[in-house]
């Protein structure tokens, strides 16, 4: 039944664009440097006129022949590959927080090279003047996640194809803005080994919809968070399914604001007992964490390890 709730998806209020077959007319760039790993501006073709981009970390030290997992960390709104990776611990607050980059994605980049996997750090398309994207794809039975979905499916035609990647190990981790791509795109293409929400899994439903509370989408600007037709389809709970039987995981900070911990569990509560009952309960993980709207870093590197080694 998988294979059907996915088209259903993603040939409903996703949509998909045609799969594109033409060259990736791959471009590289050395540009970063650190002790552990050197880093890479990457631009490919997504379609004609169309172009991917990214940031690649390579560890040093991987011998001939060697094949190492890899891992796609994904921003949030209005991010930056460059704000993953590279950024020194400073401007600590005195309640333990943290301003600026490393706040929210506490140096993911680099300290998931270190350890030793490869890093793939998108630039997604949600940032600047954006929105209009979906204004002119919805009538078109399109929106912002189509050109999403074949970014990282071009992405991924490039990544498995590199002689130092474990192609069967390609995980997937997303905060915020990355966090609902965490429960849109891996669930869709199948090569993505596991998928990690941080920061953005609730009860999407009630989030659109409700004027009780004052992290409803209901109130700001943003109006293409609910996703044209997404509500009578699927809530994050269905979408999280569609990773089974491959590893799915939820970060969620006590004091982040896109939600209330009672939603969150609510909604993680169905996969839950999806995977057990398909006697996979120890694919899935839930980490509540005393903290912010960031990346913990904590019980996420150990469900990397699980499931991707390392």
Not at 15 to 43: E, F, H, I, M, Q
């Amino acid at each position: 039944m998988a294979p059907e709730y996915r088209s259903k998806l993603w040939d409903g209020p996703i949509g998909r664009l045609p799969g594109s077959t033409g060259p990736l007319n791959l471009r590289t760039r050395l540009a970063y440097r650190d002790k552990a790993w050197d880093g890479y501006d990457v631009v490919y073709d997504v379609a004609p006129e169309v172009f991917g981009y990214g940031v690649l970390l390579i560890p040093k030290g991987i011998a001939r022949g060697e094949r190492r997992p890899v891992v796609v960390a994904q921003h949030g709104l209005e991010g930056r590959p460059q704000d993953m990776f590279g950024c020194p611990e400073i401007d600590r607050q005195p309640d333990g927080s943290y301003t600026g980059n490393f706040h929210y994605y506490q140096n993911v980049g680099s300290r998931l090279a270190e350890r030793g996997y490869v890093v793939y750090m998108p630039q997604n398309p949600y940032i600047g003047d954006f929105r209009p994207i979906n204004r002119l794809a919805n009538p078109l039975g399109l929106s912002l996640f189509s050109f999403i979905l074949a970014q990282h499916g071009r992405m991924l035609d490039w990544v498995s194809s590199l002689p130092y990647v474990d192609a069967s190990k390609i995980g997937f981790y997303g905060l915020s803005y990355g966090g609902k791509t965490a429960v849109r795109v891996p669930p869709l293409l199948e090569r993505y080994a596991l998928s990690i929400c941080s920061g953005d899994y609730n009860e999407w439903i009630w989030k659109v919809t409700t004027t009780d509370y004052p992290f409803s989408y209901m109130f700001p600007g943003e109006w293409e968070m609910d996703g044209f037709g997404l509500r009578s389809v699927a809530n994050h709970s269905e979408m999280a399914k569609l990773m089974a039987p491959r590893p799915f995981m939820v970060e969620r900070g006590h004091r982040d604001g896109v939600g209330i911990d009672a939603w969150v569990a609510y909604e993680y509560a169905p996969v839950k007992r999806f995977y057990d009952e398909m006697g996979i309960g120890d694919q899935t993980e839930f980490e509540y964490f005393n903290g912010p709207h960031m990346m913990h870093l904590q019980g996420t590197l150990e469900f990397l390890r699980k499931h991707l080694g390392r």
